[in-house]
T-cell receptor
């Protein structure tokens, strides 16, 4: 049972434009959400996170938005750069469930120069 | 400032052999997670451990797979009698286990069963 879903397996964006990666979850107990970036043959790298008490968190070119009522979060990358080309995973955890992280299946982003 | 260390990076085993994958968490981290990534798939949770305790092993296959995180030394993911379907990238992550903190990943071990 996939509790965290990324329905777009791939996304292509022109350099300089905005990349929007989406993630949906089913468990209303999730209260902490994270985005990871993964290059081939490397481990995932933590990118940005958001607590459920917020609806937006920004870090440089990366912004994560959380819509709790829709159980939806998104990662915005502005402006997109070729070095952003990677697989992006969203993850969620719930306080009280032992801090386990549930991952989506990933979205492969290609930024076209 | 070492991150999560996994070794070996690449492991080749013949069918029926045992595979041992090691993970040393980041300094100060007492929680370890193992994930498996099959080709063209996402990260699948396998097991979550604290020192000397298995917290959640709901993602572990019931047979041939085991994991430990002893008081001293790295966490070990052990696969007995490997089969071709075990070929995958295995990632370890660690965290402080405090509410609302991220987990950091190692570089992974790529297991190939021939």
């Amino acid at each position: 049972d996939q509790q965290v879903k990324q329905n777009s397996p791939s996304l292509s964006v022109q350099e300089g434009r905005i990349s929007i990666l989406n993630c949906d979850y089913t468990n209303s107990m999730f209260d902490y959400f994270l985005w990871y970036k993964k290059y081939p043959a490397e481990g995932p790298t933590f990118l940005i996170s958001i607590s459920s008490i917020k609806d937006k968190n920004e870090d440089g070119r990366f912004t994560v938005f959380l819509n709790k009522s829709a159980k939806h979060l998104s990662l915005h990358i502005v402006p997109s750069q070729p070095g952003d080309s990677a697989v992006y995973f969203c993850a969620a955890s719930a306080t009280g469930t032992g801090n386990q992280f549930y991952f989506g299946t990933g979205t492969s982003l290609t930024v076209i120069p | 400032n070492a991150g999560v260390m996994q070794n070996p990076r690449h492991l080749v085993r013949r069918r029926g052999q045992e595979a041992r994958l090691r993970c040393s968490p980041m300094k100060g981290h007492s929680h370890v997670y193992w994930y498996r990534q099959l080709p063209e798939e996402g990260l699948k949770f396998m097991v979550y451990l604290q020192k000397e305790n298995i917290i959640d092993e709901s993602g572990m296959p019931k047979e041939r797979f085991s994991a430990e995180f002893p008081k001293e030394g790295p966490s070990i993911l052990r696969i007995q009698q490997v089969v071709r379907g075990d070929s995958a990238a295995y990632f370890c992550a660690s965290s402080r286990g405090i509410m609302n903190t991220e987990a950091f990943f190692g570089q992974g071990t790529r297991l190939t069963v021939v």
